[in-house]
């Protein structure tokens, strides 16, 4: 099960569009220690939004079948410290 309910999504590879199956969600830019600070981003209605840290734009796709796509741009947050 995941700590977090929230998914998480980063951008190793430095590209410009990730499709996504959330409009909730956190952007960490790159996996840490390169990150940028964590941040939640709503969609709301929308169907894209921008990472004001990082530039990149997320996708909402409701026809995934994963989390993102690339698949590797989901992020794996630690546990929360107590």
Not at 7 to 18: L, M, Q, T
Not at 69 to 81: K, L, T
């Amino acid at each position: 099960m995941a700590a977090h309910a929230i998914p998480y999504f980063k951008n190793d590879a430095g590209i410009a569009r990730i499709r996504i199956h959330a409009r909730e969600f956190m952007c960490v830019g790159a996996s840490p220690p390169l990150d940028h600070p964590h941040i939640f981003i709503d969609m709301g209605s929308d169907a894209e939004a921008i990472c004001p840290y990082c530039s990149t734009v997320f996708v909402y796709d409701a026809t995934l079948k994963a989390a993102a796509e690339p698949a590797d741009c989901v992020f794996e947050p630690g546990p929360i410290a107590a």
